[in-house]
Structures are given as C-alpha cells and as structure tokens.
C-alpha cells in the first residue's frame, strides 16, 4: 500500500480535492474489507473523472470509482485478481450506496504491464 509516502494521492486522476480524497478513501475501505478473503496482494478504489448516472429518478454526473485487486510477489508484475461476481456487485453496492456522488463503479482487468498498479 502506498501509506507512508504519497497516499491516496495516487489514487486520484487529475487535481486531488478533499470530496475526490473522501470519496478515494470510502472506496479503498469498501474494497479492502471486501476482497480481504481473496488474499490480495494489494486492493483498492481510484477516482477517475466524472460520469452520467442515475440515482431514484435523477440524473447525476457523478464520480467514476476504479476498482483494483492484484496479486503479485515482487510489485515488479502484477495479475488482475479473477473476483467472483458476488464480490464485485457487493463491492459496486456499497461504494455507490455510501456516497451519493459516486455514478459508477468499474473492475480494471489490466495485469502490470502494461499497467500500473496504482493510478499515478
């Protein structure tokens, strides 16, 4: 995990705000204590951007919450964790229940390379 050094900076794109930090740091704990029985190597929630979505009958423009879960040895490569629907429904449930300003959630299937595991 990214603690002690640049934070949830890192997983923010774009200028870091306060709501993008506590919408980063609601997310990374959804996504921890949901992927915990799954071992990874790390986890977490980044905030991409803005996105159109609908929450009762308004539509929002709301934040895009990335979900991240690899399993590595080294941080040197890294494998996208195969997470069960389940887990990923629950996971998507919760972020968007818990912060009405979040429009949508996606699953980065990206291994390290080509990606990074963070979002810097």
Not at 43 to 64: E, M, P, Q, S, Y
Not at 70 to 79: C, I, K, L, Q, W
Not at 109 to 116: F, G, L
């Amino acid at each position: 995990m990214p603690f002690p050094g640049p934070g949830l900076a890192v997983r923010i794109v774009g200028e870091v705000t306060k709501e993008k930090v506590e919408v980063a740091r609601d997310a990374c704990h959804v996504v921890e204590e949901e992927t915990e029985e799954h071992e990874p190597w790390q986890a977490f929630g980044a905030v991409l951007g803005k996105a159109t979505g609908v929450k009762g009958d308004n539509r929002v423009h709301g934040w895009v919450v990335a979900v991240r879960s690899v399993e590595s040895r080294d941080g040197m490569t890294a494998r996208a964790q195969e997470l069960d629907w389940d887990t990923l429904q629950r996971i998507q449930s919760r972020i968007t229940g818990m912060n009405e300003n979040v429009a949508r959630v996606v699953y980065d299937v990206t291994h390290k390379p080509p990606a990074t595991i963070e979002y810097e």
